[in-house]
């Protein structure tokens, strides 16, 4: 007979083969069993955790439906099936997952114990080395959530004030070097300048812009020439 229970999907499971085998069951009946507690509506997200359907090789090769069971989906069918004999195989399959689920958990513990604190050297090792990968793992996230608050920090109000105040002092240079007086054009030309701005950071307002986007608002600025669609409305004035 197979082992009582097994690994799948990192938890303890049995099948519904070992369960035919081991209760002395047609496997279509167990598989009608597991079936009608999955079909009814009101039960399918409940028993849904319990029961997952798998794929097995028959003797002539072709391939049939089985379903793996964790402990309480063995416990739902199993409570169908009655006498001495099932009850012992009961209390094996109960002994059986206990077993494995401690072997499971001690292998987690294992696995997540300090490198130094395990006296095998080569599980020593592959702890270090996963050490190692989970450390590098952890700077990454780090890294990037210290990034992220940087680059999304907005930019301090006196920042704000200087930013207006180059842009202030950018436009009026365009002003004074262009000879420029129609309050007409100084509107437009403030918009143009202000756009450019928007454009470079991304945002639809300055009081959107943030730390990240500094770099280039600067080089926006420097380079600040008014757009030819912007230099023709200039001359309807």
């Known amino acids: 007979m197979n082992e009582l229970v ?27 069993a597991i079936e009608g507690k999955i079909e009814p509506a009101e039960n399918s997200a409940r028993y849904r955790t319990m029961f997952s359907k798998g794929i097995y090789t028959d003797k002539k090769g072709e391939q049939r439906k089985m379903y793996y069971l964790n402990r309480d989906g063995f416990t739902f069918i199993a409570m169908g099936f009655t006498g001495r004999k099932a009850d012992e195989f009961k209390l094996k399959y109960i002994e059986a997952f ?14 997540k114990q300090d490198s130094y604190m395990i006296d095998d050297p080569i599980q020593r090792a592959q702890r270090w080395i ?47 070097q262009h000879r420029i007086y129609n309050r007409n054009q100084i509107a437009l030309l403030r918009w143009d300048l202000n756009n450019a701005i928007l454009t470079a950071a991304g945002v639809p307002a300055r009081t959107l812009i943030r730390q990240k986007h500094f770099t280039a608002v600067a080089e926006a600025l420097v380079n600040w020439e008014p757009s030819l669609s912007t230099l023709e409305k200039l001359k309807a004035y």
């Open 6 to 32: 097994i690994m799948h999907d990192q938890q303890a499971v049995t099948t519904s083969l070992i369960l035919a085998e081991a209760f002395g069951k047609q496997h279509k009946n167990v598989i009608q």
């Open 98 to 111: 206990n077993k494995m689920e401690e072997q499971i958990k001690k292998a987690y513990l294992m696995q």
């Open 130 to 176: 996963e050490e190692r990968e989970e450390y590098k793992a952890k700077l990454e996230v780090m890294y990037e959530e210290t990034q992220n608050i940087q680059d999304n920090t907005p930019i301090s109000s006196k920042d704000y004030q200087v930013l207006s105040r180059k842009i202030g002092e950018k436009l009026e240079r365009y002003i004074n």
